[in-house]
């Protein structure tokens, strides 16, 4: 008898309205970009989003004390006026305890006009691979 190894998948996010699905914020107006503004999100959204990976870009702008990003290494706090870049296949999750105001911008590397599979992503775009910017 063979034995079975447990396997974690990590849930791959194709498209924006599949983000937004996930995270119950409300309905995507369309894949290929969009603004909201973080207060207005549904009321039903998670406070915790578990690991998972998108194949679109984010910034998050955040004008209070945000979210609590949970990443593989290591818990970033975020605090106000704080900025937070997310690219295609980046692996993250987080938690929050309260209300955000700011704004969330998805948009794809379509729309961007940016191939993050070129070997040269992060070289040519080293803003678009940071971690949180804190004015």
Known sequence: MKNKKTQ???PWLDTISQFFDTFRI???VNDLFNVMRIEDQAKGKLLFMPLFRGNFFRILICKTQGPRFLLPDETIYTSANSIYFAYPGKMESWQREE???GYLICFT???AGIDPLKPKFEKDYPFLCVEPIHF
Request: glycine residues 8%; hydrophobic residues 50%.
């Open 99 to 101: 209300t955000i105001y």
């Open 8 to 10: 974690a998948l990590i």
């Open 109 to 111: 590397s379509e729309f």
């Open 26 to 28: 409300g309905t995507a």
